[in-house]
Nanobody
Framework: QVQLVESGGGLVQPGGSLRLSCAAS????????VGWFRQAPGKQREFVAS????????YYGDSAKGRFTISRDNAKNMVYLQLNSLKPEDTAVYYC?????????????????WGQGTQVTVSS
C-alpha cells in the first residue's frame, strides 16, 4: 500500500507561481515513480509530469514544458511540482500518483495509487 497526500494548491493570479507537494508513505513508496496529473471540470485527466525514483527519468506533458518542474526528495518521501508562469487554463485539480512497476508513465492507467488531489485556480 502507498498513501499519497497532495498540498500546496490555492488561488493565484495569472503569471504567478505555486509549489505543489506530494507526501508519500507506505512500504513501497520510496521505490515508486511518481507522476502528476490534472483534471479540469468537464475534461479528461491530463498528464503533467513524472519522475523516477532515481530521478534519471523525468517526463513532461506538453502543457508543462518550460513552465513546470518536477523534483523529489527521497529522504523525506516527498515529490514536488513547481508551477511557474501560471495561466487560467492551468486551473484544475492536481493529483499525484505512484507507479510501482516502471520509471514513470504518461498513462494514468499505469499508476497504482492516487492521492485525493489539490485544487489550483488561476484567476485575476
Amino acid at each position: 500500500q502507498v498513501q499519497l497526500v497532495e498540498s500546496g494548491g490555492g488561488l493565484v493570479q495569472p503569471g504567478g507561481s505555486l509549489r505543489l507537494s506530494c507526501a508519500a508513505s507506505g512500504r513501497t513508496s520510496s521505490n515508486s515513480a511518481v507522476g502528476w496529473f490534472r483534471q479540469a471540470p468537464g475534461k479528461q485527466r491530463e498528464f503533467v509530469a513524472s519522475i523516477s525514483r532515481s530521478r534519471t527519468a523525468i517526463y513532461y506533458g506538453d502543457s508543462a514544458k518550460g513552465r513546470f518542474t518536477i523534483s523529489r526528495d527521497n529522504a523525506k518521501n516527498m515529490v514536488y511540482l513547481q508551477l511557474n508562469s501560471l495561466k487560467p487554463e492551468d486551473t484544475a485539480v492536481y493529483y499525484c500518483a505512484a507507479d510501482l512497476d516502471s520509471y514513470g508513465s504518461r498513462l494514468a492507467d499505469d499508476y497504482d495509487y492516487w492521492g485525493q488531489g489539490t485544487q489550483v485556480t488561476v484567476s485575476s
